[in-house]
């Protein structure tokens, strides 16, 4: 009995696979480089451009909070043997604070900006996304794969189509 089911699903297996191959003939199929495409898009440039200009203020101010605590610090080394205790206390103390401040104002700079970075790249992946399968309508593909794809022959790879429409929806 085992052995009728095991036969019987041999055989079945094997129609699959003369059937599915010669349905497959049908299919259009692309793929789209996904880090090409992310590299290349014209948003990119612009959500990095907005990036620079939010966040460029605040990192003058960083750099500017840097000099002053360097400067404290060449102060310090230059004149702490001449310094009486107390002062040189209070220098050593305002330099520890100073210090402690800017690692924290730079740990949330850091966090700030990897935020706003990951919500441009989510925006800019979603766009792709967009225009992917706007792209796969209008030329009626069957299947579009986009990451995880190893290689794909220029036969599919559609990816320079894909950056057309990326740049032609692309408005400054």
Not at 63 to 81: C, I, P, T
Request: with cysteine.
């Amino acid at each position: 009995m085992y052995k009728l089911i095991a036969l019987g699903g041999v055989f079945l297996l094997g129609c699959v696979m003369v059937i599915a191959p010669a349905e497959a003939v049908d299919l259009k199929i692309g793929a789209v480089n996904a880090v090409k495409l992310l590299d290349e898009a014209p948003q990119k440039g612009a959500a990095l451009e907005r990036l620079k200009k939010e966040f460029e203020l605040r990192n003058r101010e960083l750099v500017a909070k840097q000099k002053e605590l360097r400067e404290l610090e060449d102060r310090f080394n230059r004149d702490a043997a001449i310094m009486s205790e107390a002062d040189r206390q209070a220098l050593e103390r305002d330099i520890l604070n100073q210090n402690r401040d800017l690692k924290r104002d730079q740990e949330i700079f850091r966090e700030d900006y990897n935020i706003r970075r990951n919500e441009e790249f989510r925006k800019l992946q979603e766009e792709i996304a967009k225009a992917i399968v706007s792209l796969a309508e209008r030329k009626k593909y069957d299947l579009v794969v986009y990451e995880g794809v190893i290689y794909a022959s220029d036969k599919v790879d559609i990816t320079a189509d894909v950056l057309k429409l990326l740049k032609s929806q692309y408005k400054p």
